[in-house]
């Protein structure tokens, strides 16, 4: 990527965007999403309920395994391209887990901040998409590699699961930037501030 001299290289935001029932959960204790399937628009949501235009995703094993198995990619490798393109995937694993044929696929394991740089080169100016799970997205929050928290809070709720995120943060620290509906789901959007910004008056 070249740069102007004199001028700053644009670094895109991470962004941790996600589905979520009314309490608090994205995944069932199976870690499956077939309870956010079943909502209206859920299977095929519509524009504005994901940031279609990051240019990298992030994701935990869980999450990663979970689209393996529903979408039967190891059998159907073909549908990866019509999934994601050919943006490639970060996975947070600490084990061995199989790589769908000609998916970019790049396992990385240890501390979040040991591996932005990579996640960062390969975005480029683009922004980055954590797609869960909500402790992989608390992960960046501590490493301060958090930008935004963008949510689709679905009509549906689980008695327990894959919580949205296990840490607590205080008000302090988000700014609602955004409120909307999109079908049947709620579109909140919010800044995440660095621990040492007050909010503006």
Do not use: C
């Not at 996975?91 to 887990?97: C, G, I, Y």
């Not at 998409?129 to 689709?152: M, N, P, T, Y």
């Amino acid at each position: 990527m070249s740069v102007v001299p004199g001028s700053v290289a644009r670094m895109g935001q991470i962004i941790y965007d996600a589905a979520t029932t009314l309490n608090g959960f994205i995944a069932d204790q199976q870690h499956s999403l077939d309870w956010l399937f079943a909502v209206e628009g859920g299977e095929q949501p519509e524009e504005g309920l994901y940031p279609a235009h990051a240019t990298v995703l992030v994701e935990g094993a869980h999450s990663y395994e979970w689209v393996l198995r529903h979408e039967r990619l190891l059998e159907r490798p073909e549908r990866w391209g019509e999934l994601y393109g050919e943006k490639p995937i970060f996975v947070f694993t600490s084990r061995e887990l199989p790589l769908p044929a000609g998916a970019d696929v790049r396992f990385v394991s240890g501390e979040v901040a040991a591996a932005l740089p990579a996640i960062r080169a390969a975005a480029g100016s683009g922004d980055i998409w954590v797609l869960g799970g909500g402790e992989l997205a608390g992960r960046f929050f501590d490493a301060g590699a958090l930008d935004r928290i963008e949510l689709s809070v679905a009509p549906a709720a689980l008695p327990s699961g894959a919580p949205l995120l296990p840490r607590r943060i205080g008000p302090e620290r988000l700014r609602l930037r955004e409120a909307r509906p999109v079908g049947q789901f709620a579109r909140l959007a919010y800044d995440v501030l660095p621990a040492h910004a007050a909010p503006a008056a």
